[in-house]
């Protein structure tokens, strides 16, 4: 049905007031009225288009779809901490954006396979089990680590023998010398444990998380590739690969013999290309590693790594900030500890009126999630307690407290078989609820495109608005006939539905009750 006017092969829009219709485009176009379409009109160049009625109540019974499976892969590269070091806030952001990108291109009918793309592997673990192994310690909570790790760059400073040391740990590790693989196995763990208690907050799983390690035995094969094609060029004494269109060519390996961070994006690339022949992959990291992954993925093309139809993104999210502009951080300046933001949400769902644990958790973390992914991917964030825990106004509360409505209004009518008769004469809100709710289909489609979750949570907000005002202004369950009674349960059941699938596909619960 919607494809008598897809099928045109024009630009549509919907046009940006509604009393001009519900679609528009450029240009004229013999459209005839049908199931669909109600009528046209032709103003100043434009064709608007009017939906019929009858098909925008079929829509209340239809949407969310079920989709079938579309037969293509998605790979999303997303969250990615790193081993003795904190969760940090921009890890935060990867895990929410990439899961809410993860479930929509899902929920659209790819293949998705998520990855956790762990830092447990780099020079930095051969300072790290230098300080582990001179100091004696057998504390190798991140905390500590993190401290080691500062101590180490202080006195590496007086000590020339300290780099020459931790090379020759790293060395020793990348070799597979027991003591360093025992060492750096225990900080994985260490490190691993923190995260889950952070993902378990989070209600996050992530399909898969090789991490960088598992690379390490494939990174050797990418070398001697990229050296046998000659593209890898010597660069005073270190491995290099131009790429073409960047100033900075890709450190392959360095002077000290060292593999680096991009060798290990590269054999990741390779593998993903060989495991799963994705049509996408999406690397959920933030802006400042633009360099980077221009020089991966102009690498990797030039390697012949990933196949001609095979589109690589990066996402580039930006940063949080505090209230005063500057990155978010402590009053001593040190980078927060994100456990504690997250009970601080769960702590503050409490207060404004979730009594159970379960209802605050949900509330709590749905609304420091709806709080980032309500805004664009790439801009900065400053972050405001009053905003993300609002009651009223763009926040994951305002939706969640909505869909509750809903499901107050239903529970006290039996049954869901609602009748709706074509002739009905609509009220100016059921209808603003009408010509809104159709489009998710189409936004869930457009926030996968654009990797915009923002569009989707714009949409949520509308349409909770549009409810909210429909339901201030008219009597659902005492309705003045039993066909509006009607007709307004099936609003009811279906603002609550897409509100739900909304909300789940962002990542966040929706409660019953609130
Ligand atoms: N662990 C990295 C960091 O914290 C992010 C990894 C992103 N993914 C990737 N394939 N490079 O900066």
Same mark, same amino acid.
């Given at each position: ?52 009625? &009858? ?7 239809? @949407? ?23 969760? #940090?806030?921009?890890? %935060?952001?990867?895990?929410? =954006? ?20 762990? #830092? ?35 006195? +590496? ?9 931790? *090379? ?11 003591? +360093? *693989? ?35 035995? *494939? ?26 269109? %960047?100033?900075?060519?890709?450190? !392959? ?48 093309? /030039? ?29 001593? #300046?040190?980078? =927060? ?15 404004? #009126?979730? &009594? ?20 664009? @991917? ?26 509750? *409505? ?26 603003? =609820?009408?010509?809104?709710?159709? /489009? ?7 926030? +996968? ?49 897409? !509100? ?15």
């Amino acid at each position: 049905m919607q494809k008598s006017i897809k099928e045109l092969g024009v630009k549509l829009e919907h046009p940006a007031r509604e009393e001009w219709g519900d679609w528009a485009f450029y240009g004229e176009g013999n459209i005839q009225p049908d199931d669909m379409i109600e009528r046209t009109e032709k103003v100043g160049g434009f064709t608007n288009i009017w939906l019929k009625n &009858e098909w925008l109540i079929s829509q209340l019974s239809i @949407v969310p779809k079920k989709r079938e499976k579309n037969g293509k892969t998605m790979v999303i590269d997303y969250s990615a901490p790193n081993i003795a070091k904190p969760f #940090g806030i921009g890890h %935060l952001r990867s895990t929410i =954006i990439g899961q809410a990108l993860y479930n929509v291109y899902k929920y659209l009918g790819y293949e998705v396979i998520g990855d956790n793309h762990l #830092g447990d592997w780099g020079t930095q673990f051969g300072k790290l089990l230098y300080m582990i192994e001179s100091t004696k310690t057998d504390d190798l909570s991140i905390e500590h680590l993190e401290k080691l790790y500062v101590e180490f760059h202080k006195r +590496a400073e007086d000590d020339k023998n300290m780099e020459k040391a931790a *090379r020759e740990w790293f060395w020793r590790l990348e070799k597979g010398d027991g003591r +360093a *693989r025992e060492l750096w196995q225990k900080c994985v763990e260490q490190s691993i444990a923190e995260f889950d208690r952070i993902y378990e907050l989070l209600g996050v799983k992530i399909d898969n998380a090789y991490g960088e390690s598992f690379y390490e035995v *494939r990174m050797v094969v990418v070398i001697e590739e990229a050296k046998k094609k000659q593209i890898a060029k010597k660069s005073l004494g270190a491995l290099v690969i131009e790429v073409p269109g %960047l100033k900075t060519p890709l450190m !392959l390996v360095k002077s000290d013999g060292a593999t680096t961070y991009a060798t290990r994006d590269l054999a990741t690339l390779k593998f993903r290309q060989e495991m799963w022949n994705p049509d996408i992959i999406i690397y959920e990291v933030g802006t400042e590693q633009a360099m980077h992954f221009e020089q991966v993925f102009g690498a990797a093309r /030039r390697l012949g790594y990933v196949s001609e139809h095979t589109k690589l993104v990066h996402t580039k999210h930006g940063l949080y900030l505090d209230t005063d502009g500057k990155k978010f951080a402590t009053r001593e #300046g040190k980078s =927060i500890k994100l456990e504690e933001v997250l009970q601080e949400a769960i702590k503050r769902a409490k207060k404004l #009126g979730c &009594e159970d644990d379960e209802t605050a958790k949900a509330v709590g973390i749905g609304a420091i999630k709806y709080f980032d992914l309500s805004h664009n @991917v790439q801009s900065d964030i400053v972050f405001d307690w009053e905003k993300v825990m609002a009651l009223e106004g763009n926040s994951g509360p305002y939706l969640q407290y909505t869909f509750a *409505r809903t499901q107050s209004v239903l529970a006290k009518v039996q049954g869901s078989m609602f009748n709706v008769q074509s002739t009905y004469k609509f009220n100016p809100e059921e209808m603003a =609820i009408l010509r809104w709710i159709y /489009r998710f289909e189409e936004v869930v489609e457009e926030a +996968a495109e654009r990797f915009a979750p923002n569009l989707l949570c714009n949409f949520l907000f509308e349409l909770a608005q549009r409810y909210n005002t429909f339901y201030n202004k008219h009597s659902i369950l005492q309705a003045e006939s039993t066909s509006s009674r009607e007709l307004r349960l099936l609003i009811t059941e279906a603002v609550g539905k897409v !509100l739900k699938t909304g909300l789940g596909l962002l990542g966040i619960e929706a409660p019953d009750r609130m």
